[in-house]
Nanobody
Framework: HVHLVESGGGLVQAGGSLRLSCAAS????????MGWYRQAPGKQREFVAL???????SYADSVKGRFTISRDNANNTVYLQMNSLKPEDTAVYYC??????????????WGQGTQVTVSS
């Protein structure tokens, strides 16, 4: 059974910060690189950041230097610290195992996501 619960979203002014959390079931968290994704209104879901089981990270160019992904392996939780937020960061944010091809997104279970809204 896959369990993904995102939290921590909200409304923030441009330049502000938010910290997202994702509680994942052990069967998906413990063996996988984990990722954060986002979907803005009218747009395709897109990759934001990933973290391997050993802690290596990678980011989309649009968030590099502003967002930081981390994971707590003891509690099956992955985080996304978002600083210097911009209006274009407004989206529903989701976590999941890292999925290389966006065409495979539809084949995977997703949680409900957490809404992030950045006002200008």
């Amino acid at each position: 059974h896959v369990h993904l619960v995102e939290s921590g979203g909200g409304l923030v002014q441009a330049g502000g910060s938010l910290r997202l959390s994702c509680a994942a079931s052990r069967n998906i968290f413990s063996i996988n690189t984990m990722g954060w994704y986002r979907q803005a209104p009218g747009k395709q879901r897109e990759f934001v950041a990933l973290i391997t089981t050993s802690g290596s990270t990678s980011y989309a160019d649009s968030v590099k230097g502003r967002f930081t992904i981390s994971r707590d392996n003891a509690n099956n939780t992955v985080y996304l610290q978002m600083n210097s937020l911009k209006p274009e960061d407004t989206a529903v944010y989701y976590c999941n195992k890292f999925i290389l091809r966006s065409s495979d997104y539809v084949r995977n279970y997703w949680g409900q996501g957490t809404q992030v809204t950045v006002s200008s």
